[in-house]
């Protein structure tokens, strides 16, 4: 491929540790939790009552016109865009009677989630309709005469990318990923490659999910795979401890600008690091489940470093998926220590899912950007409630997590890892600017 | 460097690899397979059935054949997914095993992909939760906490697992053993379109040698306001969907003057790219090569109403030269804005319009995310048999000049433009060229 070098000019965060991307790592290298009890809707009678829910959180006019047509997590996602996009300077240079970006050349690349409408809009559909209907077929048939379609169209996941190209007036390559869980680390890979194949010169990318809603939170409750540490929902996410029972839903978003590197300098933009390699494989076992082996996660890593032209001893820090579940830890674990062991020691470890909870589909972006400011500030965030680490441990010794307490450390280069649900493995490796 | 690849341009990548087409199977109201498809597009047929009587006429939608379960890799996975997933994953392991993709087929599988396009949640998908919701009205008034107090009493996590988007990727990954790169794109109409790119994109950057791509629909949920008010982006319904006022099967008339809107269609669309050596060397079929895309987005507003140029449509087309001897194959469902509008796109494009146009929507109906990738196997089917089916029940365009036919034509030349334009505002083209041995 070109020698294209694609760098970070830009970062925006919404998250349940802070509604900016300086509050929000603020938080995270404080250690602070965004899990509390949930607040949009009443689970005193779940098994799950506890959530990272964003906070205090107003559309900027700003970011988007017109909020009526953003469900939540796009409102997240629009906000973290328009955050990502001031801060390149490239929404001003856009704005500017003189602007001189070629939009064939600036394009979107975004993570979903799966978008389900809320019950309480389903439910102010339904109102209209036969509603006393005891056949809950008629019922459903009936609702299918009344929805308004402008409503599908905002819960629709892939209209987050129209709304952006359409806010930025971009009309480069547009692409809209749902892969669960990779779902935002697969959305900033294919915009590496996008622009590492000359497709595109800037892409707006990341990922934007609210799993904090009553449905998608009862599916995961069912399956059994959120926490129910009710009593203490700060040290309910607990990714690598051994008194982890789950993982905590959660929801936000975080776009980044990604640049072609000489187009960046020739504009005088700030550049964060580089993305200089990124690997995408499929586990191809079980759509719930990881190969007891660690296959595909560890291909992954693998594949990123080959892309990257680095060895693993290349590697100082790695923002893990660390979910908090039983099955990734322990996987994911293994797939890190195969990598790394011969290298004779570890990279520092940590998942920042243990403050932020699981975004899915915008973990992925989140992370990356925890990744890129670590190499920025030359700090490691804790993975907080991290007590008693009971995976990692190989006969080459055990993983360095960097646990409870910040670490400053300085970062050169940080990999980023996403497992998804159905399969897909991401890994994205960042490196300083020399 | 352009942004579009051209024939030959592996050199993009740093190597000389190209792709081909070396399998398709193609899932619609037509019926099963690529070639029964193409046949009855020949034979100018449709197959649209009545879904109910409404404000406007009769509406009618296209289904395919209910899928067998013994097409299923595993019997049970038709628990935990939807239809769309069901017909898409019958069509990809249908389009991979037909040359000899799968478990065990002596090709490593980190060396193929798959990448896949999917249509999203959709309100049936979501009518477990209706009768709760129901039951939590209270005098006229919705309560949000009786809805959570008891949604646990009520819905099963397979609901959950059905609701997942990337179903098809997974399952057709976990049966025919694919172990390489893979994603699943939510691009709408381009999402069939947006997977071939990134699977031709994988093979020639050399992180694949085969690449399982396509893309499934199951529409025919019709979420249709009877309140003429109610508008859908570019398009109010009523402009958009085809009624029929007699309760005869309605006519979709792509670029035709009387174009009075398309039927809503479900479907499905794989098809197996390859490294061409790779497919020389084991003797695979080659249907034809690609050796051109492109992928933009609108810019604009994705829910602009009436006539408008789409500049995804403008973008992905500004590195072609057709030729007069080259066919486009157009989105072309009918609707009047959205004809219209891809015909402005065009316009903007080309000075001259000498080559030929076709649609095949006229007779598929508009299969949404399975549209478009089911004309790329159309257009191989077209190279091989030198036929372009006619555009069904067109006569005559509202703006001069365009080569559209009615009727079976000839097609002696090389290349094939298949382009099609996203609700979300994206539009992306793909060439396919014939192979000459």
């Known amino acids: ?434 | 460097m352009d942004s579009s690849y051209h024939a030959g341009l592996g050199s993009v990548f740093g190597t000389d690899r190209s792709v081909v087409i070396t399998s398709s199977y193609i899932s619609s109201p037509l019926g099963e397979g690529t070639d029964i498809n193409f046949q009855s597009l020949l034979e100018d047929r449709s197959n649209f059935t009545k879904a109910e009587d409404t404000y406007y006429g009769s509406l009618y939608k296209g289904i395919c054949q209910d899928p067998k379960m013994s097409d299923l890799h595993d019997r049970k996975v038709s628990k935990v997914i939807t239809r769309k997933d069901f017909i898409g994953i019958v069509a990809a392991l249908k389009a991979a095993t037909k040359v000899g993709i799968g478990k065990d087929c002596g090709i490593n599988p980190e060396r193929i992909s798959v990448y896949s396009g999917s249509a999203c949640t959709s309100t049936d998908d979501l009518s477990p939760y209706y009768s709760l919701i129901k039951k939590s009205y209270t005098a006229g008034q919705y309560d949000p906490k009786f809805f959570g107090r008891h949604l646990m009493e009520e819905v099963s996590p397979m609901v959950m697992l059905q609701t997942l988007m990337n179903n098809i990727l997974c399952y057709v990954s976990v049966a025919l053993d694919i172990r390489g790169a893979n994603t699943n794109y939510l691009d709408f109409q381009t999402s069939g379109l947006r997977s071939v790119y990134e699977g031709a994109c994988s093979i020639l950057s050399g992180r694949s040698d085969v690449a399982l791509v396509g893309s499934s629909s199951a529409i025919p949920e019709l979420f249709l306001d009877p309140n003429p008010e109610d508008k859908l982006g570019s398009n109010n319904y009523k402009d958009y969907l085809c009624f029929s006022k007699d309760g005869t099967s309605p006519r979709v008339k792509p670029y035709d003057r009387s174009r009075s809107g398309t039927v809503m269609s479900e479907g499905a669309c794989f098809l197996v790219l390859e490294e061409k050596n790779h497919a020389l060397r084991r003797g695979a079929p080659i249907l034809g090569e690609i050796s051109y895309m492109k992928l933009n987005a609108g810019g604009s507003s994705a829910m602009k109403e009436g006539s408008y140029v789409p500049y995804g449509v403008v973008g992905s087309l500004s590195g072609t030269n057709i030729d007069k001897d080259d066919l486009l194959i157009g989105y072309g469902i009918g609707a009047r804005y959205m004809d219209q509008n891809e015909l402005m796109a065009y316009s903007q494009v080309f000075d001259s319009h000498d080559f030929m146009l076709y649609s095949s929507s006229g007779n598929f109906g508009d299969m949404a995310e399975a549209g478009n990738i089911s004309n790329i196997a159309v257009a191989t089917k077209i190279l091989e048999t030198g036929q372009i089916p006619p555009t069904s029940n067109f006569v005559c365009s509202d703006e001069p000049g365009w080569n559209i036919s009615g009727h079976v034509e000839p097609f002696s030349g090389n290349n094939i433009y298949v382009t099609g334009l996203s609700l979300s505002g994206t539009g992306c083209t793909i060439k396919i060229s014939r192979v000459v041995s």
């Open chain 1, 1 to 434: 491929m070109s020698e294209r070098t694609v760098c970070v000019t830009g970062i925006g965060i919404v998250s349940p540790v802070g509604n900016t991307r300086e509050e929000a790592w603020k938080n995270i290298v404080q250690g602070v939790s965004g899990t509390d009890y949930i607040s949009q809707f009443d689970a005193s009678q779940w098994p799950t009552r506890i959530a990272c829910e964003v906070k205090d959180f107003h559309l900027d006019k700003k970011a988007f016109h017109d909020g009526s047509l953003l469900n939540r997590s796009n409102e997240f996602g629009m906000q973290s865009a328009y955050e990502a996009m001031v801060d390149s300077g490239l929404s001003d240079i856009l704005e500017s009677k003189n602007n001189p970006i070629d939009p064939y050349r600036f394009g979107v690349s975004v993570g979903v989630g799966i978008g389900t409408i809320a019950p309480q809009e389903l439910a102010t559909l339904l109102r209209g309709t036969d509603f006393h209907s005891t056949d809950d077929f008629k019922l459903a048939s009936s609702l299918e005469k009344t929805v308004n379609s402008k409503l599908l169209m905002k819960n629709h996941p892939g209209m987050f990318a129209g709304w952006l190209a359409s806010r930025w007036n971009l009309r480069g390559p547009t692409s809209t990923i749902h892969t669960a869980c990779a779902s935002s680390g697969q959305s900033l890979g294919q915009a590496y490659l996008q622009i590492k194949r000359s497709e595109a010169d800037i892409m707006l990318a990341g990922g934007a999910d609210s799993l904090a809603g009553e449905l998608l939170l009862a599916g995961f409750c069912l399956l059994g795979a959120l926490s129910t540490r009710n009593d203490e929902p700060a040290r309910a996410s607990r990714p690598f401890d051994r008194d982890r029972d789950g993982f905590v839903a959660s929801e936000g978003a975080s776009m980044l600008v990604l640049e072609e590197k000489e187009h960046a300098l020739r504009r005088g933009a700030h550049i964060y690091a580089e993305v200089v390699g990124y690997g995408e494989t499929q586990s191809a076992y079980r759509i719930t489940d990881l190969p007891p082996d660690g296959r595909g996660v560890k291909e992954a890593m693998e594949d990123a470093l080959v892309q990257a032209g680095m060895v693993h001893s290349d590697i100082d820090y790695i923002n893990a998926h660390g979910t908090s579940t039983e099955l990734n830890d322990r996987i994911e674990a293994l797939a890190i220590s195969k990598v790394f062991s011969s290298r004779g020691c570890f990279p520092y470890i940590n998942s920042t899912k243990s403050e932020t909870g699981h975004l899915i589909s915008a973990a992925g972006a989140l992370e990356a950007s925890f990744s890129i400011l670590s190499i920025r500030d030359s700090v490691i965030p804790p993975s907080i409630n991290l007590d008693h680490p009971d995976c990692g441990k190989s006969e080459y010794g055990d993983l360095r997590f960097v646990a409870n307490k910040k670490l400053n450390y300085p970062v050169k280069v940080a990999m980023s890892n996403s497992v998804g649900f159905g399969g897909t493995n991401t890994s994205l490796i960042f490196k300083g600017i020399d």
